[in-house]
Nanobody, 115 residues
Framework: QVQLVESGGGLVQIGGSLRLSCAVSGSIFSANVMGWYRQVPGKQRELVAIISRGGSTNYADSVKGRFTISRDNAKNTVYLQMNNLKPEDTAVYYC?????????WGQGTQVTVSS
């Protein structure tokens, strides 16, 4: 049984910062790909950032220069540091891993950016 447990979401003002964490437990250690997606009501879930086991990263254009994804393979955890947050970053953020062709998702954590 694989579990992804997110933490770190919440309410923040425009320009503020948050750090999301996602701890992976169960039968998968050091997944091939770890990352974050987000979704707002009425829209499709979209990629925010992903990171490979070796540390290669890919970001959505909308978050480049503001968000940083990292992972700690020893702790089986992926992080998303979000700086200079904007109202359009408001969404439910989902942790994601892909390992040997299978996708796994966390339960989601709400991030709300307000003035």
């Amino acid at each position: 049984q694989v579990q992804l447990v997110e933490s770190g979401g919440g309410l923040v003002q425009i320009g503020g910062s948050l750090r999301l964490s996602c701890a992976v437990s169960g039968s998968i250690f050091s997944a091939n790909v770890m990352g974050w997606y987000r979704q707002v009501p009425g829209k499709q879930r979209e990629l925010v950032a992903i990171i490979s086991r070796g540390g290669s990263t890919n970001y959505a254009d909308s978050v480049k220069g503001r968000f940083t994804i990292s992972r700690d393979n020893a702790k089986n955890t992926v992080y998303l540091q979000m700086n200079n947050l904007k109202p359009e970053d408001t969404a439910v953020y989902y942790c994601y891993i892909n390992h040997v062709g299978y996708d796994y998702w966390g339960q989601g954590t709400q991030v709300t950016v307000s003035s």
